[in-house]
């Protein structure tokens, strides 16, 4: 592969990751407001910390720093119970969540972890919706801006005019 075709790639699976992370960011913020209603006895910090483990656990982004591996240890339970209810209490997310972690895996396997336990597990837990295509990149991209705009994390570009252009320091 020439080495500007590679760079090409790795552009595209930079910016597929990129996408990855706002389902990801919207996820988190979506949960952590269901974490809160069904937990209200739980400190803030709790809340955070429940919210984070079930996020990570659900992308496969385990934070190995001692006090994150302990609270995951500690409280597999809860954890466990939250990711079992992502499919009912966040129906509304499973297009992106199953796109996303599809994605992800694609981009994973590109980059040579031919990992497929992120799929499997969101499987097991029901919130993979298996009969959905895997989106084509600029599909999924276009699909997540629209997620990122409706949660004002991403700015929607704006047509600017040559006046409004020679304007701007370049």
């Known amino acids: 592969m020439a080495a500007n075709e590679y760079q090409k790639k790795s552009q595209i699976v930079g910016a597929l990751r990129e996408g990855v992370a706002v389902v990801q960011m919207v996820f988190f913020k979506e949960l952590r407001c269901q974490v809160v209603k069904r937990h209200p006895d739980f400190e803030q910090k709790e809340q955070l910390m429940l919210t984070g483990a079930v996020t990570n656990e659900l992308f496969g982004t385990q934070n190995m720093e001692t006090r994150f591996v302990q609270y995951r ?11 079992l209810g992502l499919a009912a209490n966040l129906a509304q997310l499973r297009p992106y969540i199953t796109d996303a972690l599809r994605v992800q895996t694609l981009c994973d396997n590109h980059e040579g972890s031919n990992n497929t336990n992120v799929l499997e597990a969101a499987d097991k837990i029901g919130i993979l919706l298996k009969d959905r295509d895997i989106p084509l990149p600029s599909v999924f991209m276009t699909f997540v801006r629209g997620l990122g705009e409706q949660y004002q994390l991403i700015i929607p570009p704006v047509q600017i005019t040559a006046e409004d252009d020679s304007a701007m320091v370049h």
């Open 73 to 83: 240890d500690n409280n597999w339970a809860v954890i466990e119970q939250e990711l």
